[in-house]
C-alpha cells in the first residue's frame, strides 16, 4: 500500500462534444491512493472539541462552541492514524499526493463542502485541512477553491469560514454544474451528466470531500455523507428519479472524482480524490433539512469514500448512535467497488484514535 503513485495526465472533455464520449469503468477493488490503506477508516470522539452542549443549535452558534485548537490537533492525531505514523507533518504529506508535472506551488485543490439546507461543516474542521495544505504540503492558498457547485451561491454569506489561510478561495457556486461528462455503469442515463468544469476539464489537482453526517432518505442508504457530497459537484437531478442510487454510485466512479484512469484497464492512474472527511462535531437523525439533532464531538477521515460510508453508517450511525439504515443500499457501496465487510480491516469497524 506504500507503493509510489503512477502518475498521469489529466483526462480533458472536449467542449465540442454535446454527448460525451463513454470512458473506461473503474476497475473494481484496485488501488485508488496509492500511499494510505484504502479500506481504513480513523475516528475520534472527543467533547472537548467544544466548549458546551448545546445539540439543536445553528451554525453561528456551533462556531462560536468548537474549540478550534483541540479539533486541529485531533485532525493531525486522526491523519496519522490514517497512516499509521506518529509524525503529523509527515501524514499530511502522506495523504497529499501532487501531480509528477507540478510542483506543490502550482498545484490546485478543490474542498467540496456540503451547504444545503442548516448543517454545514464547522470553521475549525475547514480551516484545520487547509493550513495543512498550505503550511504543511505547500499548497498556495489562493490555489485552494471551497466550493458546493448546487447550493454553495451565499456561501460567504452564511459560512463566512474562519481561520482560513489568508487567501483561500470560498468559491460558492464555482460557475455552477455546467460542463457536460459521461457517467459509468450502474447509471444507465444514455446522455451522461453535468459536473463542475474545472473537474471535468482536469484543471483541479487533488479534491477533498468535507462531509456533513445527516439522515436522508432511504434510496441513498437514509444518510448523506461523502459519497452524496456530489450530488454538488454533479448535478443532483439524475439522482432524485428513478435510478437514483445507480447514479449517486455512478458519479463516484468517474475520473472527475477518482482521478484519471487507463482506457483499457480502468485503474486510477493518479488520485484526485485523496481525503474523505466526515465532520460530525454535530449532527442529525432525519435531514437534510433542519438544524441538527445530536451532538456526538466526533470526527472520522479515510481516503476511500464508499468506505468511509459504509463504516460510518453501520458503526456509527447504527452502532453507536442507534440509527436505522437501508442495509442493501449501504451494502452496494461496498460491492458496486468490488468489496464485502470480510475485506475490512478490524472487521469493518472504526479504528478509533
Not at 468548537?66 to 485532525?75: G, I, L, T
Not at 493550513?131 to 451561491?153: E, M, P
Not at 486510477?268 to 437534510?288: F, M, T
Request: charged share 20%; proline share 7%; net charge positive.
Amino acid at each position: 500500500m506504500k507503493s509510489a503513485a503512477i502518475m498521469g495526465t489529466a483526462i480533458a472533455a472536449s467542449p465540442m462534444m454535446f454527448i460525451p464520449k463513454a470512458r473506461a469503468s473503474y476497475a473494481k477493488k484496485t488501488l485508488i491512493h496509492p500511499n494510505v490503506n484504502n479500506l481504513r477508516v480513523v475516528g475520534i470522539t472527543d467533547p472537548h472539541m467544544t466548549v458546551a452542549l448545546e445539540p439543536v443549535c445553528d451554525w453561528p452558534r456551533q462556531d462560536e462552541l468548537v474549540a478550534q485548537k483541540v479539533v486541529w490537533e485531533n485532525m493531525d492525531k486522526l491523519v496519522c492514524g490514517l497512516v499509521e505514523t506518529h509524525k503529523p507533518e509527515e501524514a499530511w504529506r502522506t495523504i497529499f499526493v501532487r501531480p509528477s508535472h507540478k510542483a506543490w506551488s502550482d498545484t490546485v485543490v478543490a474542498i467540496k463542502t456540503n451547504h444545503i439546507a442548516l448543517q454545514h461543516t464547522r470553521s475549525a474542521v475547514m480551516s484545520g485541512v487547509c493550513h495543512a495544505l498550505a503550511d504543511i504540503v505547500g499548497v498556495k492558498a489562493s490555489n485552494i477553491h471551497i466550493y458546493d457547485g448546487c447550493h454553495g451561491s451565499d456561501m460567504d454569506r452564511e459560512t463566512p469560514f474562519t481561520g482560513l489561510p489568508e487567501g483561500t478561495r470560498i468559491e460558492g457556486r464555482w460557475g455552477g454544474i455546467n460542463t457536460r461528462t459521461s457517467v459509468p455503469s450502474p447509471w444507465q442515463g444514455p446522455e451522461g451528466t453535468k459536473c463542475i468544469k474545472h473537474l471535468v476539464n482536469g484543471s483541479v489537482d487533488i479534491l477533498v470531500n468535507v462531509s456533513m453526517c445527516k439522515g436522508h432518505s432511504s434510496n441513498f442508504g437514509g444518510f448523506t455523507m461523502t459519497m452524496k457530497n456530489h450530488f454538488g459537484t454533479f448535478s443532483p437531478s439524475p439522482g432524485h428519479r428513478s435510478g437514483g442510487q445507480d447514479y449517486l454510485l455512478a458519479i463516484n466512479q468517474t475520473p472527475e472524482i477518482l482521478g484519471p484512469m487507463d482506457d483499457r484497464t480502468g485503474r486510477v492512474l493518479y488520485p484526485r480524490q485523496q481525503l474523505c472527511i466526515v465532520d460530525a462535531l454535530w449532527a442529525s437523525k432525519r435531514g437534510p433539512g433542519g438544524n441538527p439533532s445530536h451532538q456526538p464531538n466526533f470526527l472520522a477521515m479515510g481516503v476511500t469514500s464508499p468506505v468511509v460510508d459504509y463504516v460510518m453508517a453501520t458503526k456509527f450511525r447504527g452502532e453507536k448512535m442507534g440509527w436505522s439504515y437501508n442495509k442493501d443500499a449501504t451494502g452496494r457501496m461496498l460491492t458496486e467497488f468490488g468489496y464485502s465487510e470480510s475485506d475490512l480491516p478490524y472487521s469493518g469497524k472504526i479504528i478509533e484514535i
